[in-house]
């Protein structure tokens, strides 16, 4: 019964649009391998050794057909498809916290700034043990986070042990929208930093506000802007673009293009450019993907950026979310993308102009070591803070960009 319902359900979902003749020849197959996994599930069902979750089973069962295709399509749960729609956002209820599973335990990386944790007094280091008086012993980090977010200005109480404290905490936090900045920025020698984590709808307002306050605060010292993209794995197509197009004066930023070979879209710059004309550097490296290839490589293109560091991850193509009612939603490669000179960056990625790989530090001998911690901390930085060699020689080029384009021209 199960199985024939089954069948019967994918057959009316694939009628709903006409089917080309070619595939209509091929129908009769199709089914019969419909046919094939539904004797297999009711086998399954009916004779393995223990219970099984059907859900579970079916929703493994597209998992497997759409990995298939590619490592980028898969099917997304309700939950999954939920926190997918958080990170896009940049914005959900919660508690402020990054945390991470030490000995089955949930340990506070850091709460987030301006956090409702934060102003509950949690602290980095503390180890949460409750949740609402719940152990978390047992749950995995997914399942302790799900917890602890909720809709906004509810109460949560948690139950922490802190280094120095000779007995469990209680502190109750209420919950508040958690906004995720896609966006850090600050002055860099006389430069813009942008620091791009990933593509979310509050990219392009983040890298507008960071031009405009930076820009006030260097004054007429600006020299130029550094988009750092390393180990950003992508994110929303739309905001790559805008993030281009604040850059450009005009111009393709990127094209698309489908199974249709006349299914071509191009996304163009509009008059613009927020740098005014100053040099740009964007630093990448293996972690730059989807979305941050898409930046380079348009800036690259275009000859407005000099990209410094190692060739990107090689992710050239697009995914659409196809939304499937309350059950969740299918993540499917839909078409490819491709830089201004016609490019598909998909397995190769983007290579810099200028190769920079990040410097290693090396351990120190214990003689050097009782020096070093001796020496007082460098001006502006921490003691035990490494250098940022990649983000230095940016500077550095950037600077030496600067000096040459307000050079005169004498003849």
């Known amino acids: 019964m199960i199985r024939s319902a089954f069948v019967a359900s994918v057959a009316s979902a694939m009628l709903w649009a006409a089917v080309p003749a070619t595939v209509q020849a091929a129908e009769p197959t199709a089914y019969q391998q419909l046919n094939l996994f539904g004797n297999v599930f009711e086998l399954v069902r009916a004779r393995y050794v223990?219970?099984?979750?059907?859900?579970?089973?079916?929703?493994?069962?597209?998992?497997?057909?759409?990995?298939a295709l590619d490592p980028h399509s898969a099917f997304m749960a309700a939950?999954?498809?939920?926190?997918?729609?958080?990170?896009?956002?940049?914005?959900?209820g919660g508690l402020g916290l990054e945390v991470r599973m030490e000995d089955g335990l949930v340990?506070?990386?850091?709460?987030?700034?301006?956090?409702?944790?934060?102003?509950?007094?949690?602290?980095?280091?503390?180890?949460?043990?409750?949740?609402?008086?719940t152990p978390v012993l047992g749950l995995t980090l997914n399942e302790a986070v799900e917890k602890m977010r909720g809709r906004v200005n509810t109460p949560i109480d948690l139950t922490i042990t802190r280094d120095?404290?000779?007995?469990?905490i209680v502190v109750r936090v209420t919950r508040d929208i958690i906004r995720q900045p896609s966006v850090r920025f600050r002055a860099e020698g006389n430069a813009v930093y942008i620091l791009i984590?990933?593509?979310?709808?509050?990219?392009?307002?983040?890298?507008?506000?960071?031009?405009?306050?930076?820009?006030?605060?260097?004054?007429?010292?600006?020299?130029?802007?550094?988009?750092?993209?390393?180990?950003?794995p992508g994110g929303l197509l739309e905001q790559s673009v805008a993030v281009v197009d604040a850059f450009l004066e005009r111009g393709e930023v990127v094209s698309t293009r489908g199974r249709d070979p006349g299914n071509v879209q191009?996304?163009?710059?509009?008059?613009?450019?927020?740098?005014?004309?100053?040099?740009?550097i964007v630093i990448t490296n293996n972690g730059s993907a989807s979305a941050s290839e898409i930046v380079a490589g348009a800036l690259q293109d275009h000859k407005r950026a000099i990209i410094l560091g190692t060739t990107t991850f090689g992710k050239g193509s697009v995914q659409t979310i196809m939304p499937m009612g309350d059950q969740g939603a299918m993540r499917l490669t839909t078409s490819r993308y491709y830089t201004p000179s016609g490019r598909s960056i998909q397995g190769t990625g983007v290579t810099p102009d200028v190769v920079v790989?990040?410097?290693?530090?090396?351990?120190l001998s214990e003689a050097n070591a009782q020096i070093a911690a001796a020496a007082p901390p460098t001006a502006g930085?921490?003691?035990?803070?490494?250098?940022d060699y990649q983000l230095a020689r940016a500077v550095d080029l950037l600077h030496t960009l600067s000096i040459y384009q307000r050079s005169p021209i004498t003849n």
């Open 50 to 67: 223990g219970p099984v979750d059907e859900q579970k089973l079916i929703y493994s069962a597209i998992n497997g057909m759409l990995a």
């Open 79 to 92: 939950t999954e498809y939920k926190d997918m729609q958080e990170r896009t956002s940049g914005e959900f």
């Open 107 to 133: 340990r506070v990386s850091r709460p987030m700034e301006e956090s409702p944790a934060l102003r509950a007094g949690v602290k980095a280091g503390d180890t949460i043990t409750h949740i609402d008086g």
């Open 164 to 168: 120095g404290a000779t007995a469990p």
């Open 197 to 232: 984590t990933s593509f979310s709808e509050q990219t392009e307002s983040g890298v507008r506000r960071a031009m405009s306050e930076v820009r006030a605060t260097l004054g007429d010292k600006f020299e130029g802007v550094i988009l750092d993209l390393r180990n950003n």
């Open 266 to 280: 191009r996304y163009t710059a509009r008059r613009g450019d927020l740098a005014e004309g100053r040099p740009i």
């Open 357 to 363: 790989e990040q410097a290693r530090i090396q351990p």
């Open 381 to 387: 930085r921490g003691a035990t803070t490494p250098p």
